[in-house]
């Protein structure tokens, strides 16, 4: 073998094996004491529900992070700050709310719309600890004076939100004090620091634990994802696969089917009559393997029920029930500095 023959030869050995390399991917967090980012939360749900017409919930959201602390083990210390609140809800015989944080003139609706009070929550803050897996350790904190903030922001309930029978104001605020009492019922039902966790995780979680291959594919356990209107249901048949390379992010896709909870949750009784006719979701994560952090993970949920066929004796008036649900969820971390 001539001696350019030989360098030729080496070269591309060299380039066989940085290929390889970089087609394995590990996806672990991996973040310094110091580093800030950004993540932008999108969502989008079209909602039809028999009596209530279309509903569409459009939101943005905005927080600042940035890490305090990292252990010997990789657990990050982050604190969150929200940014910024975009509401545009139109949520037929229950009313709209458009709000932005960032205009002035939307203040007041933060004190006389409950649907803007539970979500107006700019400037507040939380912090919690995150795993190299992007599991949350331990408590979220700060989320008892993220609910006493939502509870300040509420108006009146309509049975007078604290006043006296009798006295001026009492039951003023109609329908949306029948709205503010449904979310103070939710807040005390269910601890804000489980909700803040679970969407921390969904957020960060990463895709593998094990080192991965494009076109890799395998099985996920069942899983379960939170829709409006139908509350938790499930997922089964969870396939992920590594689809590719795109630049420094490698790109994992997820399909699953869903089912309704029939022993649990808010559509339990109804689940047993109802039949799932449209059933679509797709989610795609990537991970910025130069940063060692999520990149950007999108969401396509499709959901269309209607009543079974052999409705039992006395359940004839669902007969016509049809529910259709429709969502594009996106999380987005933008503005990854580390220091240094």
């Known amino acids: ?26 996806t672990e967090i991996k973040l310094a004491k110091g580093t800030t980012f950004v993540v932008k939360d999108l969502m989008e749900w079209t909602i039809e529900v028999p009596m209530q017409g279309a509903m569409i ?30 509401l545009d809800f139109n949520l ?19 004190k006389t719309n409950p649907f803007v009070g539970r ?24 989320c008892d004076k ?12 309509e049975t007078g939100g604290g006043e006296e029978e009798g006295e001026e104001g009492a039951g003023e605020e109609g329908i949306f004090g029948g709205v ?25 979680v990463v895709p593998s634990k094990d080192a991965r291959k494009v076109g890799d594919a395998w099985d996920l356990p069942n899983g379960e994802e939170d829709i409006p209107q139908i509350g938790a249901i499930s997922l089964v048949s969870n396939k992920l696969t590594l689809t590719k390379m795109d630049g420094d992010c490698a790109v994992f896709d997820l399909t699953a089917k869903m089912e309704l909870k029939k022993d649990e949750g808010q559509m339990a009784m109804l689940a047993q009559f109802l039949t799932i006719t449209k059933n679509v979701y797709k989610k795609s994560t990537s991970f910025n393997v130069k940063n060692n952090m999520l990149a950007k993970t999108t969401y396509e949920i499709e959901l269309a029920l209607e009543a079974s066929k052999d409705l039992p004796e006395g359940m004839e008036g669902l007969a016509d029930l049809k529910i259709g649900i429709k969502g594009k969820i996106g999380y987005e971390i933008t503005d990854f500095k580390a220091p240094g």
């Open 119 to 142: 979500y107006a929550l700019k400037g507040e803050t939380f912090t919690f600890v995150l795993s190299p897996e992007g599991k949350v350790v331990g408590d979220v904190e700060g």
């Open 146 to 157: 993220i609910k006493e903030k939502i509870l300040s922001n509420l108006p009146k309930s």
């Open 57 to 86: 919930l459009k939101g943005e959201f905005e927080r600042a992070h940035e890490v305090l602390d990292v252990t010997a083990e990789g657990n990050a210390k982050i604190k969150a700050t929200f940014t910024r609140i975009k």
């Open 180 to 204: 503010a009492d449904k979310i103070r019922e939710e807040l005390d039902a269910k601890p804000l620091k489980d909700e803040f966790k679970k969407e921390i995780e969904k957020i960060f």
């Open 1 to 26: 073998m001539s001696r350019k023959s030989g360098i030729l030869a080496a070269i591309v050995l060299a380039f066989c094996a940085t290929a390889a390399a970089q087609d394995s991917v590990k």
């Open 92 to 110: 037929g015989m229950l009313g709209t709310a458009v709000y932005d944080s960032n205009k002035a003139e939307d203040a007041e609706k933060v």
